[in-house]
């Protein structure tokens, strides 16, 4: 077993490090002092879709939470206490629920090819597989992300910051990772009785 890989990833953290204090000194100084992003992302853990890079932002400006095709379950004490975090305290504005094309996860579930743990965590998935008969893969991707969307609007997190009056976006978009952009879905929602929907619902 070789540790060369890991080395290899210190040895580029140091130099990216180096890089950004050249072009920006003191930025770190400054970062470690000042927590306040404005957004959160609620992505898929692929290695492929790295939040703050598709969206051209440093460090300190998105907050992330990632799992297994970007699911939100409200039962998911994990993003129930970031999405507790991020609203209550960091005070962000915006809620991005992104997933991507060609998902592994959402795959499995077309393909029932899931078991254990997975099986579980996919549940919704496979309810609006049903619900929407037999889509295609990039399909499912696209209504997956507005189903989140809807769960997140449907959180009572999300719900009292809302009858609260915090000024709360959600928005639903997808990747490509075959030429590297986002698409917006059409379903952000700035509260329960103001919402844009320019697709139907999952």
Same mark, same amino acid.
């Given at each position: 077993?070789?540790?060369?890989?890991?080395?290899?990833?210190?040895?580029?953290? =140091?130099?990216?490090?180096?890089?950004?204090?050249? +072009?920006?000194?003191?930025? /770190?100084?400054?970062?470690?002092?000042?927590?306040?992003?404005?957004?959160?992302?609620?992505? *898929?853990?692929? #290695?492929?879709?790295?939040?703050?890079?598709?969206? %051209?932002?440093?460090?300190?400006? &998105?907050? &992330?939470?990632?799992?297994? #095709?970007?699911?939100?379950?409200?039962?998911?004490?994990?993003?129930?206490?970031? $999405?507790?975090?991020?609203?209550? /305290? $960091?005070? &962000?504005?915006?809620?991005? !629920?992104?997933?991507?094309?060609? *998902?592994?996860?959402?795959?499995? !579930?077309?393909?029932?090819?899931? #078991?254990?743990?997975?099986?579980?965590?996919?549940?919704? @998935? =496979?309810?609006?597989?049903?619900?929407? %008969?037999?889509? %295609?893969? +990039?399909?499912?991707?696209?209504?997956?992300?507005?189903?989140?969307?809807?769960?997140?609007?449907?959180?009572?997190? @999300?719900?009292?910051?809302? #009858?609260?009056?915090?000024?709360?976006?959600?928005?639903?978009?997808?990747?490509?990772?075959?030429?590297? $952009?986002?698409?917006?879905?059409?379903?952000?929602?700035?509260?329960?009785?103001?919402?844009?929907?320019?697709?139907?619902?999952?």
């Amino acid at each position: 077993m070789t540790m060369k890989d890991i080395e290899q990833l210190l040895a580029n953290n =140091k130099a990216w490090a180096e890089d950004v204090e050249k +072009d920006m000194p003191g930025f /770190f100084r400054k970062l470690e002092n000042q927590h306040k992003p404005k957004f959160l992302w609620i992505g *898929c853990s692929d #290695s492929r879709v790295p939040a703050d890079q598709l969206v %051209g932002v440093m460090p300190g400006e &998105v907050f &992330v939470h990632r799992n297994i #095709s970007n699911q939100v379950i409200n039962t998911d004490i994990n993003l129930m206490c970031v $999405l507790q975090y991020a609203i209550d /305290f $960091l005070r &962000v504005k915006h809620i991005i !629920v992104c997933g991507h094309y060609n *998902c592994g996860g959402i795959e499995a !579930v077309l393909e029932n090819q899931t #078991s254990g743990l997975l099986d579980h965590w996919l549940e919704n @998935v =496979k309810d609006l597989m049903e619900r929407n %008969g037999t889509p %295609g893969l +990039d399909e499912m991707c696209e209504l997956n992300v507005r189903l989140q969307v809807r769960n997140l609007a449907l959180n009572t997190i @999300v719900r009292r910051a809302w #009858s609260q009056g915090h000024p709360l976006f959600l928005h639903g978009w997808i990747y490509s990772v075959s030429n590297g $952009l986002l698409r917006d879905l059409g379903v952000s929602r700035n509260g329960l009785e103001n919402q844009t929907e320019k697709h139907k619902q999952p």
